[in-house]
């Protein structure tokens, strides 16, 4: 163990970025939900990649909002710029497209940490006009980086010079958790994760942020022909007038949510499962402080 690396790797930036789809490509398998909306991570999710000569303690955290309009969003900020008191290397997350004037808190905040931070500047995939070098320089100019790269995460380019950089700079230490965990998070954490993920991918404007998911009832079944996860969920909104949009014409809508979740569910888990899902009401759970206590947005 003298020669053993360990340390945590946070992963920072504004939302949409892609900084779940970069944790993804860095786990080499799904560990965080990615939708095209922003704002789709609501908590900070402790994933581990573990070798026997080293332990990367990653950190996806939501993107920083400038301006919170809810408790909930406000949980989120505090989730995000947690990233930063115990970093051993920070992952700055943009892209090709994104500005930023210089005196945001997320800058002010990057330029106070010591550890080594990486400006990762995504979506090159999408740069036509050959900008990203320029950005750079720029990012650059406004604080030290210790290390620049050009990727695009959701095709895989570049990541593996990212992932090299990182086992060269870890610091030497034990594990700090077990080499047989994944993750910090319940099973029933990533089941109601995907579940969301659903929502956002199968409804439009308000209707998927109003959401949250909780699973009362998670039991493998192995008596059966097959082996069966058992998964049973609510929905919580905050307004009664989405409860009807949630479950659709003759519940066709919730229907179709059901069964995307469920192929999600068995990728994730690789078991067939069986899914019950129920909508609730929770008038402005958003800002109730007892109810996002309740649905972990303490933690």
Known sequence: MEDHKSGYVNIVGQPNVGKSTLL??????????????????RHRIIT???????????????????????????????FAYSSFEDADIILFVTDIYEKYSGDEKLLQALETVSCPKYLIINKIDQDKTDIAPSLVEEWNSKIHFDRSFLISAEQNVSVDAVFTA??????????????????????????????????????????????????????????SAQPLLKIYADIYVDRKSQKPILIGKNG?????????AREGLEKFFEIHVFLDLKVKIKENWRDDKQLLSHFGYDQ
């Open 252 to 260: 066709q809508s919730i229907k179709k949510l059901g069964i995307a």
């Open 166 to 223: 990182i086992i060269n700079d870890l610091p030497l230490s034990p594990p700090y958790f077990s080499k047989e965990d994944i993750s910090d998070r319940s099973e029933r954490f990533f089941a109601s994760e995907i579940i969301r993920e659903s929502i956002f991918k199968n409804y439009k404007q308000e209707v998927p942020y109003s959401t949250e998911v909780v699973v009362h009832a998670f039991k493998e079944d192995r008596e």
């Open 48 to 78: 581990l990649f573990n070798d026997e000569d080293f332990q990367i303690v990653f950190s996806d955290s939501p993107g920083v909002m400038v301006t919170p309009h809810y408790g909930m969003q406000e949980s989120m900020n505090r």
């Open 24 to 41: 993804n490509a860095l786990m080499q398998q799904k560990v965080s939900i990615v939708t095209s909306k922003p704002q789709t991570t």
